[in-house]
């Protein structure tokens, strides 16, 4: 096909969707809702595989207290620790803090605790093991040692939730694998059906194209190129829509566990260009299929 048959085409279907732009409004809108759930299951479905790979390289442990270690106690403790590779400290909650942190979570409802004689809240050490450099073991060796150390009444650490969670993950990605092919099907479903109603909307103009000799592929081109347009359109919509959803959502929630923050990332660049390719394949073969039932092909 010759660059002068491409330039007509792309006018012709470029005049078209101006001279019918309610009707493709519609169709683009439609699009942008279908492609915006896809959208939002795989940023959901990325988040949840970006925090569960961060946390896996990340450790906690709790070191709680029998009672108030003394300053130098407290130190030994820490150098110790720091002997160990891939430790971070993270900081030291003594009972009062402990019982301030319990007030402000309980809010209105802190003056339950005002009955208490004493502070029941043990003090704890929390740090942080990089499993990059510590290895599956030193959290099971460095909490034989630390349980040894008299002073110390308890250590708990969040491997086994992490292994837990992992397991967990490999279910949720068979589960997204199947959803994630579902929407698409769902989202190709509607785009079709929104494409046949363009269609049938000029169904004069093709029987006129038709009857003054025009071929079958030289009345489709334009309106494979005019759904490979609503296509990138919708997409396009879809994604600036999710992103705004995204900063509403980065300026009011903050996601935390214990020291460490849960961020919420947005789909990265090579994503958002994948996404637009699909949306613009999803428009041309939501064309295909309507014009194949259309001319009965």
Known sequence: MSITFLRYFARQAMANIFNNRLVH??????????????DAFVLIFLNLNYWTEERGKLLTMSIYFKAEPERIVLEDIKKELLGFPGVTIKGFISKDDAMESLRRQLGDKAGLLDGLRENPLPASLEIVLSRDKS???????????????????EVQYSQEWIKRFEAFMEAIKIVGIVVGGLLFLAALFIIINTIKLTIYSRKDEIEILKLVGATNRFVKIPFLIEGSIQGFLGGSVALLMLF????????????????????????PTHFILFLLLMSIIIGFIGSTISLGRFFRI
């Open 135 to 153: 290895g599956d073991s030193t959290p099971y060796q460095l909490k034989r040692r630390l349980e040894g150390i008299d002073i110390v009444d």
């Open 25 to 38: 409004l519609i169709g683009v809108g439609t699009m942008a809702i279908a492609f915006l759930i896809f």
């Open 244 to 267: 705004l959803a995204y900063i509403v959502v980065m300026s009011r929630v903050d996601l935390r566990i214990g020291f460490a923050s849960l961020d919420i990332i947005f789909l």
